[in-house]
């Protein structure tokens, strides 16, 4: 796996690998230089090819200090878990108490406690995608083409 590039380090740290991490990889434009830290192995499923990936522990100090999570503009955190993205958030704000922290809640009963541990923004893609669903049944010409 790939070693962050000292001469230019990312803006964008991702910590985890789930469902989540290849559509924000695809929503990121190649101007961002990123960084992923994941104990997954899934991680060579992901395309991009100028992907720094770090095997490790997304909630260890050592390595999201070696991911670069203290000079970044952003972190997100999309883990499978929330309990693991809880760890993740305390520790990266720990080492980066002014970063962005951005993440995606699992279960939508978690938002609060994610923000709780130091989260700017949490996100929860099952509230964003049930208001999509249910716009798109009750106004199908506002949905039309959503998805395809």
Known sequence: MDEPDASSPPDVV?????????????????????????????????????????????SDDRVLSDAGVGSCRVVIVATETDRFDALAILSARDIAPSVRIVAAATNRENVAKLERAGADAVISPASIGSRILVDSALKPESGRDEGR
Do not use: F, N
């Open 14 to 58: 991702i910590l985890g690998i789930g469902d989540l991490t290849q559509p924000i990889l695809d929503a990121l434009d190649d101007d961002h230089e990123v960084a992923v830290v994941t104990e997954d192995p899934a991680v060579s499923k992901l395309v991009r090819d100028d992907l720094a990936v770090l095997d490790g522990d997304p």
